[in-house]
């Protein structure tokens, strides 16, 4: 690496089949800068450290907060004269259509097809990990056994949230799904290219159809999916060449929906990003009616847990209004660590979750928490040390 280049080093969010694998790609923001992602394969919190050409930090940032929020460093300091100072807003800014380019959304269904509780609210639902904290898959009769657990521990959970096809964990999720009595938000996370993209496409399809076999269902029963996310973060992860990932995102979304609904799905398919990004490209708001967005109020350092339920309200609103009054926005991933270290005014803790727990039920209709269990499996990778800890109900009985 040359002299007067940062290497940014982001751990994404996923789950796919075989742990976690660190695949470098380097992505030029700018003529002397240089963006590198380290991909890993499972759901993780990401975060990101600012290095100069010698490998000594210069600063640390979190890349599932909106970076306008994030510190960059400074150009003037001393012995580093040259540091490139463009942050992932510059990149997003950089990359985002103009408003007059009429790239925005299409094709949108006469009503949404989410189905709503008695009181018109979809409710809270639950991220549930099928790792061990070693790593390896759960199977099913551990699944079911601690989806048991969570949907009878009184929190309310109306649906589950997976975010890919690996470890069996469509039928298995969704056979828990089916003795809860709750609905089932699906994933395909693995969009690096189609022949990726369509094994995951396929798994989905068949789990579906083992779940239903299974319970004795017609195989093209759907009725325990709420909605069908496509991609997790993959253009947050991509932020330098993100109008690329967005096109990408959309295509394989719309593969996705043509598949699902030959199979019998009728519900709503999207892709889901951090927050910030559906302002920059509304076209992420999808063909469907739904859209699903992840918002953690911790790491925008300067939100701390008493403003977190406004902050997600807020936010909210101004996604609502970059996608139209036609669409239906929730939040598919948020919460607040339970350790860690703090981030300026964010304070990880027990207690903080706590309080987290009752603005989110004050202040949100329809959210999803990260996540049912701490995830052990988890690698942590910068100074808040918060990746494993954000679970509801603490550590898994499996472990």
Known sequence: MVAARLAVWAVAAASIISGVVATPIRLDVEPRAVVTVVKAHKQTVKAFVVLDQNGNTVTQGFSTLDPGATPVPSPSRAGKKNL??????????????SSKSGSGR?????????KATKDGKLGKGIVYSVYHDSGKCKDKETTRSEIKKVLASGNGYNWIRIYGTDCDQVPNVLGAAYDGGVKLMLGIYNLDDDAGFQKELDNLIAGVKAANKEYSKDENDWSGVA????????????AGE???WVS????????????????GYTGDVGNTDVWFWYKKFPQLCG???LVMLNLHPFFDENCDVAASGTFMKDKLAEIQEACGSDHKVII??????????KLNKAVPGKAEQAQFLKLASENLDDYILLSAYDEGWKTENSSAEVEKHWGILGTSPSN
């Open 84 to 97: 490139v100072t463009k942050t992932l807003e510059d990149a997003a800014e950089s990359a985002a259509p």
């Open 106 to 114: 299409v094709g949108k269904h006469s009503k949404p097809s989410v």
């Open 227 to 238: 909605f069908i996310s496509v991609g997790n973060e993959v253009v947050n992860n991509h």
């Open 242 to 244: 993100a109008d690329a």
């Open 248 to 263: 990408k995102s959309l295509k394989y979304a719309g593969l996705t929906r043509t598949a699902v609904k030959a199979a």
């Open 287 to 289: 063909e469907d009616k």
């Open 332 to 341: 598919a991933e948020t919460g607040w660590p339970n350790s860690g270290n």
